[in-house]
C-alpha cells in the first residue's frame, strides 16, 4: 500500500510531471531527428549533428532521474537543453541571414544556410529545434522552481 500512495504521489508532483514531459518532448525530437536522416534521407548539416548531440542525451538522462525520482537530473540536463537552445537559435539566425555566411561553421558536406524542409511556408528544421529546447528548458526550469519551493 505504501508504494501505491508514493507513486500517486510523484504522479501528481508537478515537477515530476514537468520533468515527464521534458522527457517526452526529447523522445519525440530525437526520434524525429532520426526519421528525418534515416527514413526520408536528409543528410544533417554539422550544426543539426551538434544540435543532435545536446538533444539525445537528454532522451536517456531525463528518465533516469524519474525512476526513482531524482531531483539533482536538473543540473545535468539543463545546461545540455541551454547549449543545444543556442546552437539551434544561431543555426535559425544563419538560415535567415542575420548572422553573416562568413560564419558558417559548415563548409563541407550539406550547408547550414539549405532549407531543405519548409512546412507551412516558415517552419525549418532549424525552428522545430529551437522550439523544442525552449519547451524542454521552461519545463526543467519548472520542475527547478518545484522543487525549490
Not at 515527464?20 to 526520408?40: D, K, N, R
Not at 537528454?58 to 543556442?86: E, H, K, M, N, S
Not at 558536406?109 to 523544442?132: A, D, H, M
Request: net charge positive; proline share 7%; with cysteine.
Amino acid at each position: 500500500m505504501r508504494q501505491d500512495s508514493a507513486s500517486q504521489q510523484l504522479a501528481t508532483d508537478p515537477a515530476w510531471t514537468a520533468i515527464f514531459f521534458a522527457w517526452l518532448l526529447s523522445c519525440v525530437a530525437t526520434l524525429g531527428a532520426l526519421f528525418l536522416s534515416e527514413v526520408v534521407k536528409i543528410p544533417p548539416c554539422s550544426l543539426c549533428w551538434y544540435q543532435r548531440i545536446f538533444m539525445f542525451p537528454l532522451a536517456i538522462l531525463l528518465p533516469l532521474g524519474l525512476f526513482p525520482f531524482d531531483r539533482r537530473v536538473l543540473r545535468y540536463t539543463l545546461p545540455l537543453a541551454i547549449i543545444g537552445w543556442l546552437i539551434a537559435a544561431f543555426h535559425l539566425l544563419l538560415m535567415y541571414g542575420v548572422v553573416p555566411a562568413t560564419l558558417q561553421p559548415c563548409t563541407q558536406g550539406v550547408p547550414c544556410t539549405e532549407v531543405q524542409i519548409e512546412w507551412l511556408g516558415f517552419v525549418t528544421i532549424p525552428l522545430l529545434s529551437l522550439l523544442s529546447f525552449s519547451v524542454i528548458i521552461a519545463l526543467l526550469f519548472r520542475a527547478h522552481y518545484r522543487v525549490n519551493k
